[in-house]
Structures are given as C-alpha cells and as structure tokens.
C-alpha cells in the first residue's frame, strides 16, 4: 500500500512562514504526480498546488501564488511545501495528495491524514 504522510504543520502568526513535508511510501515516488489540498473549518476542500513528476511543472491556486511554494526531493520521497506571508484565511488542514502515473491531480489516487495550520493575528 502507499501511504502519505504530513508533518510541519503548527501554530503561526500572520506574516509568518512554515513548511509542511509530505513523506511517501510504498512505490516508485518518481511515478506521482503530487500536491496539496486544504479544508478549512465550515469549508469544502480546496486545491492549493500540484507539480507533476517531473518537477518542472507547477500550478498554484489564485490565494496562494507568490505566497506558497511546492518542490518535490525524489532521492527522498518528499514533497514539500513551503508556505511565507500566511494569513488568518490559510488556517486549515492541508492534505497531501498523489496521483499514480497521471498529468494532473484531476484524479487523487492516495490522500495523507492532514496536518493543522492555524494562522493567528
């Protein structure tokens, strides 16, 4: 089975800056297209960003870009993402997401457990 795993999340003042670390497990990391979605309190979950499996390719949600930045270490099957400017409206639980031999993330065939982001004034 492939397993998904956050870290990095916590607690951050507006303005401040954080990286969540997504570790994967169980197959060929090169293989995945991956990103992140997020789900705020009373809130449907959200795309944030994707990089394809090259790594060359990103795409980032309107609310996050020039903010939010996603890089992927295939010799550690990690992706991360680093996260500066944060503001009270980022507060959520950031989701990593893989998709196997796939474009884009239009299909998410695996989903980490979440990890909480609170952004405080």
């Known amino acids: 089975q492939v397993q998904l795993v956050e870290s990095g999340g916590g607690l951050v003042q507006t303005g401040g800056s954080l990286r ?5 497990s169980g197959r060929t990391f090169s293989r995945y297209t991956m990103g992140w979605f997020r789900q705020a309190p009373g809130k449907e979950r959200e795309f944030v960003v994707v990089i394809t499996r090259s790594g060359g390719n990103t795409y980032y949600a309107d609310s996050v870009k020039g903010r939010f930045t996603i890089s992927r270490d295939d010799a550690k099957n990690t992706v991360y993402l680093q996260m500066n400017s944060l503001k009270p409206e980022d507060t959520a639980v950031y989701y990593c997401a893989a998709a196997y031999l796939a474009p884009t993330l239009d299909r998410v065939d695996y ?10 004034s």
């Open 111 to 120: 989903w980490g457990q979440g990890t909480q982001v609170t952004v405080s």
């Open 20 to 24: 969540l670390s997504c570790a994967v």
